[in-house]
């Protein structure tokens, strides 16, 4: 079991967000990321909404980074950690462009970048960008398409209903081979489907722990799946987020947990298929307290569920 770095601030979820959160700054996440790093943490990982209508901004929060130039800037400030989006929306910006921006920043960073793509659930936010809601699921399966050709042909074309191209040149192709991992985000069986086809891993969202084996058998019996699917990742916080980011009260899943009941839980975790997680952020009085909690959940947490 390894465990991502939760970076506070990157949203303001009402369901997870500790008050302490909203005064860290950019500067100070920097230093976190340099920290993680040290600490041996396997990841950080960038939510992504490119617009948050006014009906969703108390549960939802208005602060949202765009993932790919975050991840671009964690990746610079550090040498060996990993970077993910979670989720980075597909369907929302053109594939060559998703393609351009992943494989740069996998060339830079010498190939510490990891996707994790979702088809979106906020109707308004299409709407606002102009790009049709109902049509997202059919977008991501062309997008993800095109993003793996430019990503692994010298001569790369695609003929689709969304996106085409012929005789084009696409450099620098990324360092990792055949091309960075890629992930899902999400509990449908269109998701399911569409990380048995193209995935190596799986991020559930609403998805309750106990299905979590039932989905990944799910994923493996699909007819078309790539024999790829490596990796789960499944955060402490993830069963106090409910559809729309609604709050879900779930005691087993609080901030500030014991040593025994956190290991507990990534135990359980693992058993079910698990193969990363992430501990809550803690209530504490700022961010030197912050540094403190992430140690003492590498020094005491990290070694016995590895």
């Not at 671009?72 to 990993?82: H, N, P």
């Not at 369907?91 to 010498?110: E, G, N, R, V």
């Not at 991501?140 to 012929?166: C, D, H, N």
Request: contains cysteine.
């Amino acid at each position: 079991m390894k465990l991502g770095f939760a970076m506070p601030h990157l949203l303001r979820l009402k369901a997870t967000c500790q008050p302490w959160e909203a005064k860290v700054t950019g500067a100070d996440q920097t230093r976190l990321a340099k920290w993680a790093e040290k600490l041996g943490y396997a990841m950080i990982s960038v939510p992504e909404h490119h617009i948050i209508p006014k009906t969703h901004v108390d549960l939802s929060g208005p602060h949202y980074l765009s993932a790919y130039p975050t991840m671009a800037y964690l990746a610079g400030a550090t040498e060996k950690i990993r970077v993910n989006s979670c989720i980075a929306l597909l369907p929302l910006q053109h594939p060559a462009i998703t393609a351009k921006a992943l494989s740069s920043i996998d060339w830079l960073s010498s190939g510490r970048v990891s996707v994790t793509f979702g088809v979106g659930w906020l109707e308004e936010e299409f709407e606002t960008l102009g790009v049709p809601f109902r049509e997202r699921g059919a977008m991501s399966e062309e997008y993800i398409q095109a993003i793996i050709e430019l990503w692994t042909k010298e001569e790369p074309a695609f003929e689709g209903k969304y996106v085409s191209f012929r005789d084009v040149a696409f450099e620098p192709k990324p360092v990792q081979k055949p091309h960075p991992p890629v992930w899902f985000g999400g509990d449908a069986d269109a998701v399911l489907r569409r990380t048995a086809r193209y995935a190596s891993g799986w991020w559930p969202f609403l998805t309750k722990p106990e299905d979590i084996p039932a989905k990944i058998d799910f994923v493996k019996s699909q007819p078309d799946y790539n024999g790829k699917l490596t990796d789960v990742f499944y955060g402490f916080a993830t069963t106090r987020v409910g559809d729309g980011h609604v709050i879900q009260k779930d005691p087993r899943a609080r901030a500030g947990m014991t040593k025994q009941e956190i290991i507990d839980r990534l135990c359980w975790f693992k058993e079910l298929g698990v193969t990363m997680s992430s501990v809550p952020i803690p209530s504490v009085n700022h961010l030197e307290d912050y540094l403190d909690y992430t140690q003492w959940v590498a020094e005491e947490i990290m070694p016995v569920v590895a």
